[in-house]
């Protein structure tokens, strides 16, 4: 597809100029088929230019041959790519009727067991191409994952506290320096606690 801008005369005299070319629909912007989507947007030009099935435009003027082109209308059964998938949400050997890109979406969201948001897709093709979901199954199966998710979260508050109490039991038994004095920290069983200066004799205060 080609779109264009006028600039020097208006859409409707370029288009009758351009539709004397064979291979080619031209649109006015609000003649645009509706299956394109494409006409109600500010952006979309006032003209747009459409070759036939199996012709290209090129700004070359020798003799173009490329191996493929998009763009075409998706109604052209040339334009139909191919769907394949496989996996446990899908059925064995089943097919289903032709679909459109945008139906990939809610499948997908599906099979995630994801909510979709708004969207133009829709169900109502690829639906048969899933297995039955087993509820039962699926339920358990959330459960296990309930379990699990409270168990760690058990283990790691239990390993918190144990290793505060350790670092608790450890520090009883540490000597602090600080303002020039010697803090000792005695066992519970000891009835007295030293108190020495660096200034002073080691003799023990009572």
């Known amino acids: 597809m080609l779109s264009v801008h006028c600039c020097r005369v208006s859409a409707e005299e370029l288009k009758a100029n351009l539709t004397s070319l064979p291979y ?5 912007k609000e003649e645009i088929p509706e299956d394109y989507h494409y006409k109600h947007n500010r952006r979309i030009q006032p003209l747009l230019v459409v070759p036939n099935e199996g012709y290209s435009l090129t700004s070359h003027n020798t003799t173009y041959r490329g191996l493929g082109e998009h763009g075409y209308n998706n109604s052209l059964p040339d334009m139909h790519p191919f769907f394949m998938a496989t996996g446990p949400s899908f059925k064995k050997n089943a097919s289903v009727d032709i679909f459109n890109s945008v139906d990939l979406y809610p499948m997908m969201c599906a099979i995630l067991r994801l909510k979709p948001a708004p969207n133009n897709g829709t169900l109502k093709i690829v639906s048969s191409l899933f297995e039955t979901v087993d509820n039962e199954s699926f339920t ?3 459960t296990y994952i309930i379990v699990l998710a409270l168990t760690v979260t058990l283990v790691v508050v239990f390993g918190v506290g144990a290793c505060r109490q350790h670092r608790f039991l450890k520090r009883k038994h540490m000597t602090f320096h600080g303002a020039g004095f010697k803090y000792s920290v005695t066992p519970a069983h000891h009835t007295q ?3 020495l200066s660096d200034s002073e004799d080691d003799s023990v205060l009572p």
Do not use: D
């Open 193 to 195: 606690t030293s108190l």
């Open 140 to 142: 358990t199966f959330i």
């Open 24 to 28: 080619i629909k031209v649109y006015l």
